[in-house]
């Protein structure tokens, strides 16, 4: 059965409200016509204004209520559309949500589930375009998660409201809502859905891709596969705040070449600490340097051209897989990998 990532999360969000009397839902745009990407889709025809709460722009202050909902015995769910404005509620989710526990020794918690938009297209610009996972999983007592298929964000969303005890913060790419994808039987994630998966087995190269890039890692793997006898091997981390370096120690003893792949800058970021995991722990496990990709170390530019090159996608992957492999094949362009992705339309 194929559900979109879309759907999933609205489920997700309608059954949370359902199971449980005292979870709530808040944020910008959860009521408007378009319902957070149609995410928060019929929640407030049936749970109410009480349980749907539509929020002014005051970032701080709706995470300050929600914090003290969780204090409380209420469990909230609040949504940003853009993940750049988190950056205004740095106290209450630094010094506050990921402490609170810590702090008290146990007596007090703090759950609720944070949901972020990040991604890209029709020209930004540097302040909505931003893609902070690292900076937040830097952070004792903040989980964070970057779910890529709908069965992972539905899965994680019901393990955090149903069975987590701290915050959880989930990063969500615009341009997986209207992708579709079939149902997984996995029972090990199933009883832990924030643990990491291997998405595709591979014997040449590691690619370790978080949220959509895993999207462009298969691509680049199909390509591939139709042109040569290279094979990759794609690893989801999926929980960014711990990444699982065993899962990924294992994939290189079989390929010995690792090109890690995020939505993020790699500097300070998951790319560096998927490299630190292997320094740490078997420097000699690759056959040649690591190579991490994601966006150009600068602001994101506002022009559509420019947009193209500052994010990474399957074309820089195979590219990058043709270099460290001396493959001897010509890699598809740019423009080759635009058409290959549905365009994203709109702000909302």
Not at 119 to 127: C, E, T
Not at 296 to 307: G, I
């Amino acid at each position: 059965m194929r559900k979109s990532y879309q759907e999933s999360i609205a489920l997700a969000m309608h059954d949370i409200l359902d199971r449980n009397q005292n979870a709530v839902l808040l944020g910008q745009g959860v009521s408007d016509p378009t319902r957070i990407f149609g995410t928060t889709k019929g929640l407030v025809e049936k749970f109410g204004t009480d349980r749907v709460i539509d929020m002014p722009i005051m970032e701080e202050g709706m995470t300050g209520l929600a914090i003290g909902m969780a204090l409380n015995g209420l469990y909230p769910v609040q949504t940003h559309i853009r993940m750049d404005f988190l950056l205004l509620a740095m106290n209450q989710l630094v010094n506050m949500a990921a402490k609170y526990r810590y702090m008290y020794g146990g007596s007090f918690e703090v759950p609720m589930l944070i949901r972020a938009v990040v991604g890209r297209s029709w020209g930004q610009g540097p302040q909505h375009s931003q893609s902070l996972q690292s900076l937040f999983a830097h952070i004792p007592g903040m989980t964070v998660i970057m779910p890529s298929t709908a069965e992972d964000a539905y899965q994680s969303y019901l393990h955090a409201a149903q069975r987590y005890r701290n915050p959880v913060l989930s990063i969500e790419h615009r341009f997986l809502y209207h992708l579709t994808f079939d149902s997984r039987q996995d029972s090990t994630r199933q009883t832990n859905p924030f643990m990491a998966r291997v998405v595709q087995e591979g014997d040449h190269v590691t690619i370790v891709a978080t949220s959509y890039m895993v999207q462009e890692a298969q691509r680049a793997d199909s390509w591939l596969r139709k042109r040569s006898t290279i094979t990759c091997e794609i690893i989801d981390p999926h929980l960014v705040s711990e990444i699982d370096h065993e899962l990924i120690l294992n994939s290189l003893r079989k390929t010995g070449h690792l090109i890690v792949a995020d939505t993020s800058w790699c500097k300070y970021g998951v790319a560096a600490e998927v490299c630190r995991g292997i320094l740490e722990n078997d420097p000699n496990i690759l056959k040649k340097p690591a190579i991490t990709l994601g966006m150009k170390p600068s602001p994101c530019p506002t022009s559509h051209r420019l947009e193209d090159e500052f994010y990474p996608d399957m074309s820089d992957l195979v590219r990058t897989i043709v270099q460290i492999t001396e493959l001897g094949i010509k890699a598809p362009t740019k423009a080759y990998a635009k058409n290959l992705r549905k365009q994203f339309r709109g702000p909302f």
